[in-house]
Structure formats: C-alpha cells, structure tokens
C-alpha cells in the first residue's frame, strides 16, 4: 500500500458539507489514516472567489498515482465542479500533493505536486498531520518548510 497526501479546499457554497464529502469519498479508495482540521484561508490566485476552507488527509491506497488523481476528479466532478478556466472559484479541489517518494513530471500529474512548498494553505494542514515528512524533491521536512516562510 502507498501513502497519499492530498490536499482539499473549496470557497463556494457549503465548503465544510463538500470537504467532508471528499473525505467520505476518498476514504472509499483505501484507509484514511490521518485528517487535518479545516482552515480557512484567503484565496491565492482566484480572484473573484471567497474565502477558502482547506485541509489534508493522508490516505493508504493500493492505487496507482495516476489512478488516485482520476478518483479524485471524479470525486469533484460528482460534486458539480467544472473546469472552465484556471484560477475559478472551486465547489472543490483535490489536489496529490505527494504519493510515497514518487518524483514524476507527466502533462497530468505532476508529482510532489508542484507549488505545494509555496503554499502556506497546504502547508499548514500538511505540517498538522505529517510534519517530518521530507519532501522528495527538496530534501526538507514540510515543517522546515513552513518555517522558512516561503509559502504564500
């Protein structure tokens, strides 16, 4: 089984009701093992958009990366999100942020995902539930991370 980190937000509508759905929905791709509390957030490149609820869950899955990533869309596509233009308003995000220590750069998936580091939204909830975890490209931990400060 690998272990995956992905990241969840959303800023419209109900964001709470469509986090806790994107959790029950990945726990159904193998065993939660660890969830971070919300955080609210102000968006970061989504201009016309509220205020975010972000959070992390590590998930132990027997799925592939690129399998993971599918459910994931699905699971944000059965919650009514449409990708029209980059940077909208989300009903919900799901973001791989990192699958094991896989290092890989595909047209789809990119992987650890690759604004994370500068990311204090994914950072934060990541640092709750994982804070020795090394980054496989960066070589630091996600705690170091957040304390050098380069997240946004």
Do not use: W
């Not at 089984?1 to 159904?28: D, F, P, W």
């Not at 220590?101 to 789809?108: L, R």
């Amino acid at each position: 089984m690998a272990r995956a980190y992905l990241g969840l937000g959303s800023n419209i509508g109900n964001r709470r009701a469509h986090i806790e759905y994107a959790v029950r929905k990945l726990a159904r791709q193998g065993t939660l093992e660890a969830r971070s509390p919300l955080i609210e957030t102000e968006p970061v490149d989504c201009p016309s958009g509220g205020m975010f609820l972000n959070a992390c869950v590590c998930l132990a899955t027997g799925l592939s990366p690129r399998e993971l990533l599918a459910a994931a869309m699905q699971i944000e596509s059965s919650r009514g999100r449409r990708r029209r233009q980059r940077n909208e308003p989300r009903v919900l995000d799901i973001d791989l942020l990192l699958f094991d220590d896989v290092v890989m750069t595909e047209a789809e998936l990119k992987l650890p995902h690759p604004r994370m580091h500068k990311r204090r939204f994914v950072l934060e909830p990541m640092v709750m539930i994982a804070p020795h975890i090394v980054h496989p490209s960066l070589g630091r931990t996600l705690s170091e991370l957040l304390r050098e400060g380069e997240a946004l």
